[in-house]
């Protein structure tokens, strides 16, 4: 086998590891990128609400990972002056982003429309569950001139890039359909005196259609399904306290990934008007299991959302990107009709 051909079966390998082992990329700040998280998320907004997320991977070595994401949420009402049960869905449509390898020479980017449909089941409070269908393509796209060939090196002089490598043609980028389906539970109490203001649960699953993924011509490679599985209950410690417990557990093919955690939320006692109204500070802390610690502050207004995230790696990986963690920010805003910011999660 010529060395060409040997690193072509390498760069596959390594690009199976990246989608197969370690998932398709997750945000940190996973309810903030909802219609990525799960579709069906998407029937919790009462108001238009468009949001962005960007994360940055081992940002001091030569090759970080960066993912960025952004999405618009649009309710659908079967009647405004009913709540909740005249929110009956709603539509969104996502675009992502995801970079890595030396100089950032493989790219994958997608996008999506999503429908979700409100099923309520009480007319006294938000008891609902939420059904979901997501529509979407992914490109992955491999940039061959920045990929260095065995054959390409000439022993006088090294490297010599106007060698062209006999197998760089079986490399092809690929564009290809995705399938997502997701499914959300949501109890609201109705009333503030009690200490359990919500509980929630959802499930999605990504990659139905099994799509082919691969990027050298005439092989097959098929995506795994992407399972999720998310929940969290909200306790009221206050008038203007809570504090809620989150998780997150994803399985694709053999691997999972399970994040837990809290938030702490705090109502500021600021006389803020306009869209600063009703400032609510939020500060988290996180553990994905083997993997790392996550600290989190997010503030919330009746417009506007931000949150900031930092991951620190705790396993034997932290030697070999030199401590380096990982940063997240999040950013929306929710086109709201008066009234107070709703902690969700």
């Given at each position: 086998m010529k060395k060409g051909s040997i690193l072509i079966v390498l760069l596959l390998g390594v690009l199976g590891i990246k989608n197969s082992l370690a998932q398709d990329p997750v945000?940190?700040?996973?309810?903030?990128?909802?219609i990525y998280l799960n579709p069906a998320l998407?029937?919790?907004?009462?108001?238009?609400?468009?949001?962005?997320?960007?994360?940055?991977?081992?940002?001091?070595?030569?090759?970080?990972?960066?993912?960025?994401?952004?999405?618009?949420?649009?309710?659908?009402?079967k009647d405004k002056h009913i709540k909740p049960e005249g929110?009956?869905?709603?539509?969104?449509?996502?675009?992502?982003?995801?970079?890595?390898?030396?100089g950032s020479n493989l790219k994958t980017y997608g996008g999506n429309a999503s429908f979700a449909y409100n099923l309520h089941l009480s007319s006294k409070?938000?008891?609902?569950?939420?059904?979901?269908?997501?529509?979407?393509?992914?490109?992955?796209?491999?940039?061959?001139?920045?990929?260095?060939?065995?054959?390409?090196?000439?022993?006088f002089i090294g490297f010599d890039n106007t060698i062209v490598p006999a197998e760089l043609s079986l490399i092809q980028n690929r564009t290809f359909f995705d399938i997502t389906a997701g499914v959300f539970w949501r109890y609201f109490a109705n009333s503030d005196q009690k200490t359990?203001?919500?509980?929630?649960?959802?499930?999605?699953?990504?990659?139905l259609n099994h799509p082919d993924e691969s990027v050298l011509e005439g092989s097959v490679n098929r995506l795994p399904v992407l399972h999720k599985l998310h929940g969290g209950i909200i306790f009221r410690l206050g008038e203007k306290t809570s504090i809620s417990t989150n998780y997150l557990s994803l399985v694709q093919d053999r691997v999972n990934q399970t994040n837990v955690g809290s938030f702490l939320s705090y109502k500021l006692p600021f006389d803020t008007k306009g869209q600063m109204s009703n400032l609510v500070a939020r500060v988290g802390a996180w553990?994905?299991?083997?993997?790392?610690?996550?600290?989190?502050?997010?503030?919330?207004?009746?417009?506007l959302q931000f949150g900031f995230s930092y991951d620190w790696n705790v396993t034997s990986l932290r030697y070999n990107n030199r401590g380096a963690g990982s940063f997240e920010i999040s950013m929306g805003y929710?086109?709201?009709?008066?009234?107070?910011?709703?902690?969700r999660y």
């Open positions: 945000f940190s700040q996973f309810y903030n990128s909802p998407i029937g919790e907004e009462e108001n238009m609400f468009v949001n962005f997320a960007h994360r940055s991977q081992w940002g001091n070595l030569e090759f970080p990972y960066t993912t960025s994401q952004i999405s618009l949420i649009v309710p659908y009402f929110n009956i869905g709603g539509i969104g449509v996502s675009f992502y982003g995801d970079e890595a390898g030396q409070s938000v008891n609902r569950i939420t059904f979901a269908m997501q529509l979407g393509f992914i490109h992955k796209n491999i940039d061959r001139n920045k990929l260095e060939w065995g054959e390409q090196y000439n022993p359990v203001q919500s509980i929630y649960s959802g499930y999605s699953a990504g990659h553990y994905r299991v083997q993997d790392s610690f996550i600290a989190s502050i997010e503030f919330l207004t009746n417009n929710r086109f709201y009709k008066p009234a107070p910011p709703k902690v």
